[in-house]
């Protein structure tokens, strides 16, 4: 009875989060492609005119004007992040990060996972005008990464996929700690205090046991604007009001059971031998006050996480592709081979990666701190490793604030793209030979 209750709350939501992840990789493969096309078509000139389009907003007499990608960049992907930190806080608090046990392997992977190919990237870029591209290498796409699992079906042990999503959450978290700290332009003083008050107003919120999303919606939109404008990368926004929404509702489960209880009781009292809510006013009412209790027992964190995530996994994520990663391929592939900036990349998405996360695992396992997660082998955790070669998404966020000038950019974008192939591909290939398939067990 335990382990069906321990499946239902943990690992049924896990499964379903991995299903979305899993298309979200294929949406972003789709949108990759559309955007490589059109960038290597006649049509180019219009997609950068595109992305160039000036887009401004008024509210009285404040302006705020961007260019599409830059709103794009700063604003819908602030709700990405947003999306990230609820996430984050939620596997800190009762998801693989929860306890040391179970936190200390991926997250000495992940640091194995960033350190080593930011090394290896200062390598080949030291002193150069592409140093500032060291964290570009450091991050995981998680959406790609589940991506190429879920082709290998049910041959994968599910904790290779709780493994590596974990592994991913981290990188998120050092993909903004790097963002914050290392690719802020010159501070706005005064917005940042502005933000700063906002953040604690977020803050106090949930202190005072504020469980309307909409509060936090207003001051979360008013950090965002303050971060915009103060020189500090506007996604951080998300992640900070993120950390503010609470976990737990007004009432508890048992007060659910309770009142569902009393209006279940009423239910069987009426005369519901027909369906036709619209002749049978109490059933209706009962209905909604069923509802109404539901609202109020679930959690604000799950409720809004799983209320923004379609829009982040069918919207947002592919947007943000097609925005980006339009690069135009006539330049010369001995120039993109041999510059340091790509090679820089995808050395560390290539070998430092998989040198990285493999390392880490293996200093906690050799410390007796960890072990091996269960039904994984050492080569499936390194075909996995691979996969967190995947950059994408964070490093194409990073590589647009590492790199002002079109050239390195250009050549930032080939590196990403070139290595994340590569290393789906390689992951696959590993794993596909390590992994036999499990009969009876669906994926």
């Known amino acids: 009875m335990l382990e069906n209750a321990l499946y239902v709350q943990v690992f049924v939501p896990f499964r379903n989060f991995i299903k979305r992840e899993e298309f979200a990789g294929i949406l972003l493969l789709i949108f990759t492609l559309i955007a490589l096309v059109w960038a290597n078509s006649p049509w180019y000139d219009l997609y950068i ?14 302006i705020v004007s961007q260019t599409v990608i830059h709103w794009i960049n700063d604003g819908l992907m602030a709700i990405f992040f947003f999306v990230i930190g609820l996430e984050i806080k939620r596997e800190i608090l009762a998801g693989a990060l929860s306890s040391f046990k179970q936190a200390s392997l991926p997250i000495a992977a992940a640091i194995g996972g960033m ?27 998680i959406a790609f990464a589940l991506g190429v699992l879920s082709l290998l079906g049910n041959r994968v042990p599910f904790s ?67 971060l915009l404008t103060s020189g500090i990368h506007a996604t951080i926004a998300g992640i900070l009001a993120a950390f503010t929404i609470p976990v ?35 059933q209706h009412s009962i209905m909604s006050e069923i509802e109404a209790i539901c609202r109020k027992v679930e959690s604000p964190l799950i409720s809004t996480e799983q209320r923004l995530h379609p829009w982040v996994t069918y919207f947002i994520m592919p947007l943000f592709a097609l925005a980006n990663a339009g690069v135009n ?25 998989p040198v990285g996360i493999v390392l880490g695992a293996w200093l906690m396992i050799k410390l007796n701190i960890s072990s091996l997660p269960h039904s994984v082998s050492w080569r499936q955790l390194y075909g996995v490793s691979w996969l967190g070669g995947i950059g994408f998404t964070m490093s194409l966020l990073i590589a647009n604030l590492a790199f002002t000038d079109v050239s390195n950019l250009y050549f930032a974008k080939i590196g990403i ?22 009969k009876g067990v669906r994926s």
């Open 49 to 62: 005119n595109l992305q160039q389009m000036d887009v401004a907003f008024q509210i009285g007499t404040v």
């Open 115 to 141: 350190i080593v190919p930011a090394l290896i990237y200062t390598i080949f870029n030291f002193g150069k005008a592409g140093s500032p591209g060291w964290g570009i290498p450091m991050a995981t796409d």
């Open 160 to 226: 290779l996929k709780v493994f590596l999503t974990a592994v991913a959450v981290v990188d998120d978290i050092g993909a903004v700690v790097v963002i914050a700290f290392c690719y802020t332009s010159e501070i706005v003083w005064i917005s940042l205090f502005a933000g700063t008050i906002f953040f604690l107003l977020l803050i106090t919120l949930n202190r005072m046991g504020v469980k309307n999303i909409a509060f936090y919606g207003i001051f979360g939109i008013c950090l965002w604007f303050c």
């Open 248 to 282: 737990k509702n007004k009432f508890s489960t048992r007060y659910f059971m309770l009142e569902n209880k009393k209006f279940m009781h009423e239910l069987a009292q009426l005369d519901i031998s027909s369906d036709d809510l619209l002749n049978n006013r109490r």
């Open 329 to 353: 391929l006539n330049g010369d592939p001995g120039t993109i081979v041999t510059h340091p900036v790509s090679i820089g990349i995808m050395a560390g998405l290539l070998l430092g990666k």
């Open 417 to 438: 793209l070139s290595a994340s192939i590569l290393a789906a591909i390689t992951g696959w290939v590993i794993l596909r030979k390590t992994c036999t398939r499990i």
